[in-house]
């Protein structure tokens, strides 16, 4: 249907509605030309007007002739009029006008004027001058019968002026016909042509899109073959791309979603999480790596700074590190990095990895990860140190347990007092030794969560007897001055009685181990109707206020060489403060270094 209507390629009807409208001009102008000219040679030709004359001169006779002089006045008024004449008018035969062009002259007498007569045929023509007018005066006889008078045509002279005027008269008709044809042509030519414009404006606008889904095509609101071809594509094309860029966000907010969901994933992550260009510049942090690097706290301000300073490294630091050691870019490092120092002291062990890129390509970048490996270097330590002492505390008895026997079995020479002697100190040995292995026990059921209470009721003086029995040796050999202080009676109680044992005798056997000779030791117990109150107080070598907090946690040890210079495993005090806790009581201790300890455990009476 649109190719029917289409039969005329656009290119070929702009030409010809250019040729046509040429054409028309032309011709326009043409005509006019002709029309004017014909005008002012008409007003300025003799000859013309001579047979105008005569044929007027014809006409006036038979009127004349047929009506008299009732329809002269008529006549000459329309002879003036058609030939634009001065005047046109009819003398009788005294010279007086019967009827005048200019009518206020009828009846007034015909001037004869002095001036130039010629003729031409029957046609009498004078020349003269009237003012600042010529004037050609033609006076034509008029013959019935006889002479009836004459018909007196006047005419000026044509002057230049008069000459222009009739040019003038159709100058208007000449000069605005053309530029009247250029505009309807303009305008029907941009009614043609301001379609094929907007189509082409697009055109060109999709030449530099992007992508087909940047593509703004619209349909437009004019008529025309042409126009209805273009909608149709149009809304064809949005048709299509309706359903690509549905494709297209909805894949975009997928990516958003899991971009998001993976931020969320590594900012609630522990370890410090950043990610680095090629260029060594971090481009993502997560919320643990601005926590642990960044001023403010915020991933942002880390993004954009080079790695090394980003991780508050110095040049001395960076230059040393493998992290940084353009060799090892395409490899995983690890590296552990200490900071601060003192109590602030932290380990931070550092991981780089190479961003897997796409075969062919070279990596784009590092993950690098942070974890503060500060408490897991001080359990190291402590671990360590346990295991120092662990053997020492095997290995110590042991040594003494098999030196005694030893010099028992082959030592007939002995005294009985000597080698009861020697029994005791291998007892003291071995019970120390049994004491260490079941601490070593009940840490292990401590670190697995089965460490249980098996409460009965407890006979409180007889369990106080034990502990002091078992600590006493320890006492008399440093010489220390043990006071034992209870109360005159004693409640029911129901406690786990081993464990509660194995708490005293670590309480009362820290107390002698870290008390200096001669020191003195007082465990004292307190009861009210609700609870048991137990003090254990040392003039020893006290514990500093910031080890204090610390003093309960499993293997620490203090760093006074005081301490340092006792063997010890750092698990009895732990124990005994998570037995007192299973007992639902408490254990506070207060301390003032090298002045002494006291340790004050409240166990609630059931
Ligand atoms: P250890 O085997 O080292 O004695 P503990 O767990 O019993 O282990 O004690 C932990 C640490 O607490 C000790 O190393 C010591 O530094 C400190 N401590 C415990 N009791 C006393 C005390 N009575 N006086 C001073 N320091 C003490």
């Known amino acids: 249907m649109l190719g029917n209507s ?33 005008s002012i040679v008409r007003s300025n030709t003799e000859g013309d007007l001579l047979a105008y004359i005569r044929h007027s001169a014809t006409l006036t006779t038979i009127d004349l002739a047929k009506n008299g002089d009732a329809h002269l006045q008529a006549l000459v008024e329309r002879f003036s009029r058609e030939r634009d004449l001065l005047f046109c008018a009819f003398v009788g035969h005294d010279d007086t006008y ?38 050609r005066e033609y006076r034509s006889p008029i013959q019935l019968d006889e002479l009836a008078g004459r018909l007196i045509v006047a005419k000026t002279e044509p002057t230049i002026d008069d000459t222009l005027q009739v040019t003038s008269q159709h100058a208007f008709v000449v000069l605005c016909g053309p530029p009247l044809l250029i505009a309807l042509f303009g305008f029907t030519l941009y009614r043609l042509v301001s379609p094929m414009a907007a189509i082409d404006t697009q055109l060109r606008q999709a030449a530099v899109a992007a992508t087909v889904a940047d593509l703004r095509l619209t349909p437009l609101q004019s008529r025309g073959p042409s126009v209805l071809g273009w909608n149709r594509i149009v809304r064809e094309f949005q048709k299509e ?30 370890d410090g999480v950043a990610v680095s260009d090629q ?70 062990r550092i991981a780089r990895t190479p961003i897997r890129a796409a075969e062919g390509t070279s ?122 202080i209870f109360p005159a009676k004693y409640p029911q109680a129901k406690f786990d009685k081993d464990k509660l044992n194995v708490a005293l005798v670590n309480l009362l056997g820290n107390a002698a181990k870290y008390t200096p ?32 907090p610390r003093i309960c946690e499993k293997f620490f040890r203090s760093a006074n060489p005081k301490v340092q210079a006792v063997t010890g495993t750092g698990l009895g005090l732990s124990m005994a403060h998570e037995i007192i806790k299973l007992h639902g009581g408490d254990l506070t201790i207060q301390s003032k270094l090298g002045e002494g300890t006291t340790f004050t455990a409240t166990l609630p009476l059931e």
């Open 6 to 38: 289409v039969k005329v390629e656009l290119p070929r009807r702009v030409v010809a509605l250019y040729l046509l409208c040429s054409l028309i001009a032309f011709l326009w102008l043409v005509a006019n030309a002709v029309s004017v000219t014909k």
């Open 241 to 270: 791309n309706a359903s690509t860029g549905l494709d297209q966000r909805l894949s975009e907010a997928v990516q958003s979603l899991r971009q998001g969901k993976s931020d969320d994933v590594l900012n609630s992550l522990t």
């Open 517 to 548: 000779h001669a020191g003195r030791v007082r465990f004292e117990v307190k009861t009210t109707n609700t609870q048991l109150r137990i003090e254990v107080e040392d003039t020893g070598v006290g514990i500093s206020e910031e080890e204090l």
């Open 279 to 348: 260029k060594g510049m971090i481009t993502f942090a997560n919320q643990a790596m601005a926590a642990m690097f960044a001023s403010d706290s915020q991933p942002e301000s880390l993004c954009g700074q080079d790695v090394a300073s980003g991780l508050g490294l110095d040049a001395e630091e960076e230059v040393s590190s493998s992290l940084f050691d353009p060799d090892l870019f395409a490899r995983h490092v690890v590296e552990e990095l200490e900071r601060g120092a003192g109590e602030s002291k932290q380990f931070l």
């Open 98 to 135: 019967i009827a005048h062009s200019l009518k206020r002259r009828v009846g007034h007498t015909h001037q004869v004027d002095n001036g130039i007569t010629t003729r031409h045929e029957e046609i009498e023509i004078v020349r003269y001058t009237s003012g600042s007018l010529k004037i």
């Open 363 to 484: 990596s784009s970048g590092h993950v690098w990860t942070v974890r503060d490996i500060t408490q897991q270097k001080l359990a190291d330590a402590m671990r360590d140190q346990f295991l120092d002492n662990a053997t020492h505390e095997l290995r110590t008895p042991l040594a003494n347990i098999k030196a005694y026997a030893e010099t028992l079995s082959l030592g007939d020479s002995l005294d009985v007092e000597s080698q009861k002697e020697f029994c005791n100190t291998i007892n003291i040995e071995a019970t120390r030794l049994a004491r260490f292995i079941d601490d070593l026990l009940s840490v292990s059921s401590m670190e697995a969560g089965s460490l249980t209470l098996n409460k009965q009721g407890v006979d409180l003086q007889r369990l106080f007897a034990e502990v002091i029995s078992k600590i006493k040796p320890q006492m008399d050999q440093k010489q220390l001055e043990f006071e034992t």
